[in-house]
């Protein structure tokens, strides 16, 4: 367990705990790397996992010419919740089959901590 949390820790505990059926959240940026993350998984899982949202969002600017605000991946064993927010990513991982309704409100909560913990100003 690491000792020093950025004040992003918070937000991502919260968004853990509030949200059925989530495993893990890590706020990452344009390259891929870990800002901050939160969850019972393993850490190097976790950073992998965001590591790869960040390609996903990337792949689809680049090969679709388009940039999602978020997406939502299922997979065999785990659902992924992703969430773009300027340069970074939010990526949720829940167990599969445990989409709530509150999930929406609670990742765009969220993000908009991030964005005022980090002083992103916002796009005109």
């Known amino acids: 367990m690491r000792e020093e949390r950025s004040g992003f820790f918070?937000?991502?505990e919260s968004l853990v705990s509030?949200?059925?059926g989530a495993e893990a959240a890590i706020f990452s940026d344009a390259e891929g790397e870990s800002i901050e993350f939160c969850g019972n998984m393993d850490p190097y899982d976790i950073k992998i996992i965001g590591a790869y949202a960040t390609i996903l969002i990337s792949q689809l600017r680049t090969r679709h010419?388009?940039?999602p605000h978020s997406l939502i991946i299922s997979c065999s064993k785990r659902t992924l919740v992703l969430r773009k927010m300027e340069t970074y990513i939010l990526t949720l991982v829940l167990r599969r089959r445990t989409y709530t309704a509150g999930l929406e409100e609670a990742v765009e909560r969220?993000?908009?901590?991030?964005i005022k913990e980090a002083g992103i100003k916002a796009q005109p």
Do not use: D, Q, T
């Open 110 to 114: 969220a993000a908009e901590l991030f």
């Open 10 to 12: 918070p937000i991502l």
């Open 65 to 67: 010419n388009s940039s």
């Open 18 to 20: 509030e949200v059925k």
